[in-house]
């Protein structure tokens, strides 16, 4: 079991930036998980953000973020991060970390665990 804490959220003029953490607590290292960021807008589905492998040397990103967001972990302090600058309106969502077992899959359709998300909100 992986119990996942997201925070860093809050409310950000457009053009601004927010750095969430995501810390990871339970018996299996940290290491193990690969680990990603979804987001999900009022009356929308929940959709892929951004995620890391074990390592941190392999990123993934929505077309929709790349060249704004950027995602990193520290393994020692069981954290993975995402950097948002250049924040748009249509960011605004509740951001949630979730985390998979590592096969060295870039496959991010399903994840095993996910924390409760934190509220991201970008004003015009």
């Known amino acids: 079991q992986v119990q996942l804490v997201e925070s860093g959220g809050g409310l950000v003029q457009a053009g601004g930036s927010l750095r969430l953490s995501c810390v990871a607590s339970?018996?299996?290292?940290?290491?193990?998980?690969?680990m990603a960021w979804f987001r999900q807008a009022p009356a929308k589905e929940r959709e892929f953000v951004a995620a890391?492998?074990?390592?941190?040397?392999?990123?993934y990103y929505a077309d929709s973020v790349k060249g704004r967001f950027t995602i990193s972990r520290d393994n020692a302090k069981n954290a993975v991060y995402l950097q948002m600058n250049s924040l748009k309106p249509e960011d605004t969502a509740v951001y949630y970390c979730a985390a998979r077992w590592e096969t060295g899959s870039s496959s991010w359709q399903t994840m095993d665990y996910w924390g409760k998300g934190t509220l991201v909100t970008v004003s015009s």
């Open positions: 339970g018996r299996t290292a940290f290491v193990n998980f690969a």
């Open positions: 890391i492998n074990w390592s941190g040397r392999g990123t």
